[in-house]
C-alpha cells in the first residue's frame, strides 16, 4: 500500500517530471528508429524489402487468378485487394522475425534461401491460421487454403530467383570496378597521360623498387610509352620474377632489364648508371614498414637513407634529365623511424639540388633535376590494410584496428603513380610535390565498409592499441609550410625548410658510421638532431627526445 500512495503521489504530485520522462523516451525512440531505418546505411535493406513484398502480394494475385480465373479477380478486384493486403501483414511479419531483407549483393548463402523460405511459410501458416480461426472482415473476400499453399511455392521460388540474379549481377558489376575505387571516399584523379608519354617515349627510364605495389604500377604506366629501355630494379627475387613474367608478355617488343639487387650496393648500381645512362629515374626502393623499422633504424639508414644518396649522387655523375624520389607524408613531424628516414632523403636530394644550382663551375655536372613528392597511404599496396582485412574477413574475424579515431590519407595505386609521373613532367627541380588525397579517412570505418560489403554478419573489429611510432593523424606539410599551386589542381609545392649541402653530406657521413655499429639509440638520437621536429610516439625513444629536450633547457 506504501509503494501505491508512492507512486500515486509520484505519478500526480510530479506531473512534469512524468510528462519529460515520457517526452524524452519517446523522443529516445524516435531517434534510434529514425538514425537506422532513414540512414543511408539502411536503403539497402528497404529496396529488398519493397521488392520481397512486391513478389509475394504478385504471387498472391497469380495464384488467386489461377484457382478463380482472371474474370473473377477483375469482378472482385476491390475486395480481393483488400483481403490480399491485410494477408500481406503476415508475410511481412515473417520477413521481419527472419531478417529476409539481409543485402543480397554481398555473400549468398544458402541459410539466407532458408530463411527466405521459412519467411514465407509462416507468412502462409498466420494467413490459413486467420481464415479458419474467424470470419473474414466485411470488406473482404473468403480466400480458399489452396490459394495460401500454392502462394508459398510460387513466392518462395520468385524470392530466391530474383537474390540468385542479384548475386550474380552485383559480382558482374564488382568483376569490373576495382574495390578500392568503392572504398575511396571520393573521385578517381584524372591525369594528362599524353604529355607523359611525349616526356618518356624513346628514353631509357631506371625504376627502384620497381617489384613493389608502387614501382610496378609505374612500370606498366611507363611501359606504355615505348621507351627506348626500361630497367627495373629490386631485391625481392619471386616479386621481379613475376614483373618480368608480366612485362615479356604484355610488352614483348620493350627492351627491358630485371636486375636483382639492393640499392646500397654502389658498385652494381654505377655499373648500371655507367652502361645504360639512364634518362629519368623514379626512385621507389624503400622499407616502409613503421613498426619494423622502429625495431631496426640501422637497416633503415642503410636502405632509405644511404641508398637514396647513392642514387641521387650517381644521377649527377652520369647526367640523368631528372630524378623522382617518392616519399611519404609520414616524412611530415615524423613520429617514427621509417618516417624520419624519408624526411632525410627529401633533405639530401634537395640539398643536392639546390647546391649544383648554385655552383658556378658547372662544366663537369649535369643539370640533374631533383623532384620529390609526398603522398598517403595507398589503397591495396603490398601490406597495407585492405589486403589483411580482406584475410581476416575471409577467416570470419576479428580485423584488428589499432584505434577507434586513427585515420589516413588514401591513394589509389594507379593514380598516385600517374600523378608521380605527372609531377616529372612540369618539375624543374628542388620541388617538393604534395598530392591532393581528399579528406583522411578512419581506418574503423574503411574496415567497417570492407565487412559491410563482405556480407558477413558475424565479424567484429577489434582494437589492438597504437603500433610503436604510430600516431593518430598524418600530416601533408610540417608547421608553418606553405604551398604553391602547380598546374595541376591535385598537384601542389611544398616550401620547406632549406639545408646547406656540405653540412648535409658530414651528418650523412656520420649516419652511416652509425648504422654499421648497430646501436639503436646512437642512431636514432642523430636523426633526432638532423630533424628536430621528429618527436617519437609509443616508441622507446621517447626518452632521447626528454633528453635532447633537458639539454636544450640546460644550454638556453
Known sequence: MLFLHSLRYFLYICPDFHQVTMKRGCHNIVAKFSSWYFSREALPFWVISVVDMMLVFMSLLLTYSLVYGPAELVGNGSLVFYTLMLDMVFYVMGMRVFHTYTDVSKILEFGDLVRTALATLTGTLMCMVLRRGVDLLPFTILIPYRVFVLTFFASTAALWLWRIVARNFADLIRANVREEVELLPRQEIEVDMEKIGELLHDKCVLVTGAAGSIGSEMVRQIANYAPAKLIMVDQAETPMHDLMLEVRKKWGCLEARFIVSTITNRERMERIFRDD?????????????????????AVSIQNNVVGTRILADLAVKYHVRKFVMISTDKAVNPTNVMGCSKRLCEIYVQSLNAHFVQTADRTEQANTQFVTTRFGNVLGSNGSVIPL?????????????????????????PEACALVLEAGTFGNGGEVFVFDMGRSVKIADLAKRMIQNSGRR??????????????????????????????HPKIRVAKVRQYEYGEVCLWFDELEKLAKTCNDMQIVRKMKLIVPEFKSNHSKYETIDEELKHAGARSA
Open 458 to 487: 558475424d565479424v567484429e573489429i577489434l582494437y589492438t592499441g597504437l603500433r610503436d611510432g604510430e600516431k593518430l593523424y598524418e600530416e601533408v606539410l610540417f608547421k608553418g609550410e606553405e604551398e604553391v599551386p602547380t598546374v
Open 389 to 413: 582485412f580482406k584475410k581476416q574477413i575471409e577467416a570470419g574475424g576479428p580485423v584488428t584496428v589499432t584505434h577507434p579515431e586513427i585515420t589516413r590519407f588514401f591513394m589509389l595505386i
Open 277 to 297: 645512362k639512364p634518362d629519368y629515374v623514379f626512385h621507389a626502393a624503400a622499407y616502409k614498414h613503421v613498426p619494423l623499422m622502429e625495431d631496426n633504424p
